[in-house]
């Protein structure tokens, strides 16, 4: 009985020793950690306004405060260790090493984070341009640290990995303010080039939406098998590209044959031979 009460005093006297040795250490670490904490979200909260006021990309400020966020708390975490007595020095190794283990195992995800950050740090679109990738194209919709949405026409999403994108040409629509349009309209062998011509440029300057700098260009491009080709090259605004497109095309239509000009097209001409 006396044995297990020295047992017991024993083992007191070494718990006391741990609160004592460890306690304080603990305590500051804590108190450390939630005052580390505070002042990081106040100041990501401030760098998120300042972020703000300097009319930075919106899909980028998020980012931004994240990874401002994430690495603040990295080196709180790292400090507030090395006050409980744990070398921070075999932890980051450890850190280290699995960091580099996943690094493997998500390479094609870490290339993907890579190129958001550089499509949101260089710029080569933004949302709302038109681009061409030559696999898709379409209205960027929202650009994300691992993908690019893409909006169709016919309103379909392409969801696009953002580190091919970042590494790969493409054609950005809406990069200019102005477009050039360009046409290819032929008509019949023994039709007027003068007359032709002067219909082109009536309808050209009937339509508000065309630019009168640069001027338009209208040439015979094409001695062709069965017509007459003119070039035409026209510039335009580029909200107005697609209107002035298709509506070119079917006043074009309406008046050579009210003028008389003649839009030829591919015959055949078949002889049977008894």
Same mark, same amino acid.
């Given at each position: 009985?006396?044995?297990?009460?020295?047992?017991?005093?024993?083992?007191?006297?070494?718990?006391?020793?741990?609160?004592?040795?460890?306690?304080?250490?603990?305590?500051?670490?804590?108190?450390? =950690?939630?005052?580390?904490?505070?002042?990081?979200?106040?100041?990501?909260?401030?760098?998120?306004?300042?972020?703000?006021?300097?009319?930075?990309?919106?899909?980028?400020?998020?980012? +931004?405060?994240?990874?401002?966020?994430?690495?603040? /708390?990295?080196?709180?975490?790292?400090?507030?260790?090395?006050?409980?007595?744990?070398?921070?020095?075999?932890?980051?190794?450890?850190?280290?090493?699995?960091?580099?283990?996943?690094?493997?195992?998500?390479?094609?995800? =870490?290339?993907?984070?890579?190129?958001?950050?550089?499509?949101?740090?260089?710029?080569?679109?933004?949302?709302?341009?038109?681009?061409?990738?030559?696999?898709?194209?379409?209205?960027?919709?929202?650009?994300?640290?691992?993908?690019?949405?893409?909006?169709?026409?016919?309103? /379909?999403?392409?969801?696009?990995?953002?580190?091919?994108?970042?590494?790969?040409? +493409?054609?950005?629509?809406?990069?200019?303010?102005?477009?050039?349009?360009?046409?290819?309209?032929?008509?019949?062998?023994?039709?007027?080039?003068? /007359?032709?011509?002067?219909?082109?440029?009536?309808?050209?300057?009937?339509?508000?939406?065309?630019?009168?700098?640069?001027?338009?260009?209208?040439?015979?491009?094409?001695?062709?098998?069965?017509?007459?080709?003119?070039?035409?090259?026209?510039?335009?605004?580029?909200?107005?590209?697609?209107?002035?497109?298709?509506?070119?095309?079917?006043?074009?239509?309406?008046?050579?044959?009210?003028?008389? =000009?003649?839009?030829?097209?591919?015959?055949?001409?078949?002889?049977?031979?008894?």
């Amino acid at each position: 009985m006396e044995e297990m009460i020295n047992d017991a005093s024993e083992h007191s006297e070494q718990l006391i020793d741990l609160i004592w040795t460890w306690g304080p250490k603990v305590v500051t670490a804590i108190l450390t =950690l939630i005052i580390g904490l505070w002042i990081i979200g106040a100041l990501v909260r401030t760098f998120g306004k300042t972020l703000n006021k300097r009319n930075v990309d919106p899909s980028l400020s998020p980012f +931004l405060k994240s990874l401002l966020g994430a690495i603040l /708390k990295i080196m709180l975490f790292i400090s507030v260790i090395g006050m409980v007595g744990i070398q921070a020095t075999s932890f980051v190794a450890v850190l280290g090493a699995a960091g580099l283990a996943v690094g493997f195992a998500l390479q094609g995800t =870490l290339q993907n984070f890579a190129g958001g950050v550089i499509i949101l740090l260089l710029k080569p679109f933004k949302v709302g341009d038109w681009i061409d990738t030559g696999s898709y194209s379409g209205t960027v919709h929202a650009i994300q640290i691992f993908n690019t949405f893409l909006k169709t026409p016919d309103n /379909k999403t392409i969801i696009i990995p953002n580190g091919g994108l970042a590494n790969s040409a +493409l054609t950005n629509y809406s990069t200019e303010p102005r477009r050039r349009v360009d046409f290819t309209f032929g008509v019949g062998y023994g039709d007027s080039t003068d /007359k032709t011509r002067e219909t082109l440029m009536t309808l050209i300057n009937a339509d508000d939406r065309i630019l009168k700098d640069p001027e338009p260009f209208i040439a015979v491009s094409e001695l062709a098998d069965s017509s007459v080709n003119f070039v035409v090259r026209i510039w335009v605004e580029a909200a107005d590209y697609w209107g002035v497109h298709f509506d070119m095309n079917e006043k074009v239509y309406n008046k050579f044959n009210e003028v008389g =000009l003649n839009i030829p097209f591919p015959q055949m001409d078949v002889h049977v031979h008894k």
